[in-house]
């Protein structure tokens, strides 16, 4: 039979109150008695209690908070505000109603290690602008399963564990991490704000056993650093996307750029930030120098061998 949490839980407390009664325990636990009703409001606190303050959904209220069949869920029930009129999904505005849906299910961020689970029915509005549209949430996207919350729950913690982590102790897939996290970093570069940029620094790591090549962009100011950009392999192609991610004024506040001395960066840099002095990475730099010093040495060696040959085969002259 499912219960209301909060009645599980009174039962639980009026249980414990009258075994105390039964054992004579009353009169020594008065000052307990009256700590416990003053802490009454605190003991039968509700789930919806706790969901309105951690998140309040606006034109909707939590109606019901009760365990699954199976007790391994805890469900929420949010209906809409008796007199609220549905938002379309399309252009954000109120309409009118059109039908309801069936329920769905959202997850939400698990409570003591419980999974939590919004169950809603979702209208339907009709726009006279977008047609027949289901109706905006303002804890999800209509077409995703977990909630906004759900989703940011799990990529702060995949930002500490690991991916596969994250999903084992939070008792779900790598999937939905992987989902949470790519929605994070979206919503991220949709809303960043790059601003002014001193100082860049171009770089390339290797991947599949140095196969495969990415280009990366850090903002390398003083006060600031930071991943800007990343790309497939290391062409012209993949910097040219850099700056044309950036606003013109970005670019235009480029003092420094610093690479390794790869030819396509290089021609790149020349085209877009011309104005900026480009320092070349040391190490590639010193690589160079040593290689050339190298390639003298080895010319010089080679020179004086064939030079000691011809000696040796000029004849002795005889007197
Ligand atoms: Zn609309």
């Given at each position: 039979m499912r219960r209301p949490i909060r009645s599980r839980g009174k039962k639980t407390l009026s249980l414990e109150r009258n075994e105390k009664h039964r054992a004579g325990e009353g009169?020594?636990?008065?000052e307990s008695e009256i700590e416990h009703e003053r802490n009454q409001h605190t003991d039968t606190m509700q789930l919806k209690t706790i969901l309105n303050h951690v998140e309040k959904q606006k034109g909707f209220?939590?109606?019901?908070?009760?365990?699954?069949?199976?007790?391994?869920?805890?469900?929420?029930?949010?209906?809409?505000h008796a007199r609220s009129r549905p938002v379309c999904s399309g252009c954000r505005k109120k309409r009118l109603g059109y039908d309801t849906r069936p329920v769905r299910r959202f997850e939400f961020v698990p409570l003591w290690a419980i999974p939590v689970i919004f169950l809603c029915a979702m209208r339907r509005v009709n726009c006279p602008d977008c047609g027949v549209k289901v109706e905006w949430l303002p804890w999800a996207d209509g077409k995703h399963q977990s909630t906004h919350s759900y989703r940011i729950f799990l990529a702060s913690w995949a930002k500490r564990l690991n991916w596969k982590e994250t999903a084992a102790i939070f008792g779900t897939s790598w999937d939905t991490v992987y989902r949470a996290v790519d929605w994070v970093v979206r919503w991220g570069l949709v809303h960043r704000e790059i601003g002014e940029i001193e100082a860049i620094g171009v770089d390339e790591i290797a991947y599949r056993r140095g196969h495969k090549c990415i280009t990366l962009v850090y903002q390398i100011d003083s006060y600031f650093c930071r991943l800007l950009y990343v790309a497939r392999d290391r062409?012209?192609?993949?910097?040219?996307?850099?700056?044309?991610?950036?606003?013109?004024?970005?670019?235009?506040?480029?003092r420094f750029v610093c690479t390794d001395m790869w030819k396509q960066y290089m021609n790149v840099i020349a085209e877009h930030a011309s104005g900026a002095v480009h320092i070349l990475d040391r190490y590639h730099v010193m690589k160079k120098f040593g290689d050339k010093l190298n390639q003298v040495r080895a010319e010089e060696a080679r020179q004086m061998k064939a030079g000691a040959q011809e000696l040796t085969m000029v004849p002795a002259e005889t007197s």
């Open positions: 009169s020594v636990c008065v209220v939590y109606t019901d908070a009760r365990f699954s069949d199976d007790q391994s869920q805890i469900l929420v029930t949010l209906k809409p062409t012209e192609q993949s910097l040219r996307g850099f700056f044309s991610t950036v606003s013109a004024s970005s670019i235009e506040s480029l």
